[in-house]
């Protein structure tokens, strides 16, 4: 199983900035891709950015040139840093990875319990 624990959520002004963290652990063989997803008062679940284990990344429209995501694979942790926080990015953001708990084993999704993002103007 991996546990995945999400810090660095809060209440912050438009334009500041912000850094989530997620630090994955537990008995898993690798993580291979790492996620952000963001659950906005009344819409559905949308990704935000993603890493693979190659270090390659993708951002959501929304983002593009705002956010950067970045993996530590060594500690199995993965980060976003949110600069020109606007309203609209208030949301709880979810961390989620994609892992393979032992050698040859199928691939399996992890989420966490959310962290709260508030933005005001």
């Known amino acids: 199983q991996v546990q995945l624990v999400e810090s660095g959520g809060g209440l912050v002004q438009a334009g500041e900035s912000l850094r989530l963290s997620c630090a994955a652990s537990?008995?898993?063989?690798?993580?291979?891709?790492m996620h952000w997803y963001r659950q906005c008062p009344g819409k559905q679940r949308e990704l935000v950015a993603s890493?693979?284990?190659?270090?390659?990344?993708n951002y959501g429209d929304s983002v593009k040139g705002r956010f950067t995501i970045s993996r530590d694979s060594a500690e199995n942790t993965v980060y976003l840093r949110m600069n020109s926080l606007d309203v609209e990015d208030t949301a709880v953001y979810y961390c989620?990875?994609?892992?393979?708990?032992?050698?040859?084993?199928?691939?399996?999704?992890?989420w966490g319990q959310g962290t709260q993002v508030t933005v005001s103007s």
């Open positions: 890493v693979t284990s190659g270090g390659f990344t």
């Open positions: 537990g008995r898993f063989f690798r993580i291979t891709a």
């Open positions: 989620n990875v994609i892992a393979q708990l032992r050698v040859g084993s199928g691939y399996q999704n992890y």
